[in-house]
């Protein structure tokens, strides 16, 4: 073999591994919510507000991928219920937790809605995946009792666990008949990228390359 074909073969191997290398550094983000975070209602699914978040995520060169296994309806009882699957199917580095607005509409006991975060944390830890718990909000007709408690509840397991608590991520869109659709609950594709905004400030120190 020839020095020049020796040289070209140890650089095809070098090249090799540096793909290999950067495949193996990249990390897995978990985007694990319900409607709010699975596009519904917009007519491009790429206009989403994690959509965007994963093209921000590119621009900035940082080694993360997103999977979003979001499902528009879902309750904190079936996210629990394929939690554990998802965790062993695709090994987040890190979950971003969007669960619980459903059960407050829905009127579900605090306690059932507790229980279930509570044990999907414990899962994410099981799995040494990190957590960012999303602080959820209900509207004022449900009483001003039950709506505080209910938002109490992500702090409190934000404080058991000390795992982050993102600020309620519709700050600026919930109640706003311009930016949000028909229902008045789900926002417009305009309001996307002040979704983004508002979960960007927490979650870009986590996803720094070190």
């Known amino acids: 073999m020839g020095k020049s074909l020796i040289r070209r073969f140890f650089t095809a191997v070098l090249a090799s591994l540096m793909i290999t290398n950067l495949s193996a550094s990249e990390k897995t983000l978990l985007m694990y919510g319900d409607s709010l975070s699975a596009a519904y209602g917009l007519t491009d699914i790429n206009r989403g507000w994690v959509q965007l978040l994963q093209k921000k995520i590119t621009q900035h060169q940082y080694p993360w991928k997103i999977i979003n296994v979001s499902i528009s309806g879902e309750t904190t009882a079936g996210g629990l219920s394929r939690f554990r699957k998802t965790l062993a199917t695709t090994k987040p580095d890190l979950v971003l937790l969007e669960l619980g607005a459903n059960d407050g509409l829905q009127g579900k006991p605090l306690k059932t809605l507790k229980s279930n975060l509570d044990q999907m944390i414990a899962l994410a830890r099981e799995y040494n995946s990190d957590i960012i718990l999303f602080e959820m909000k209900i509207p004022p007709n449900y009483g001003p009792v039950y709506g505080q408690r209910f938002t109490e509840t992500f702090h409190k397991l934000g404080k058991k666990w000390d795992v982050p608590v993102m600020p309620f991520f519709l700050n600026g869109v919930a109640g706003n008949d311009s ?5 008045g609950i789900h926002p417009t594709e ?15 120190p986590m996803l720094k390359p070190y």
């Open 190 to 204: 305009t309001a996307q990228p002040i979704l983004l905004n508002n979960v960007w400030p927490i979650l870009k």
């Open 179 to 183: 930016l949000n659709q028909p229902d």
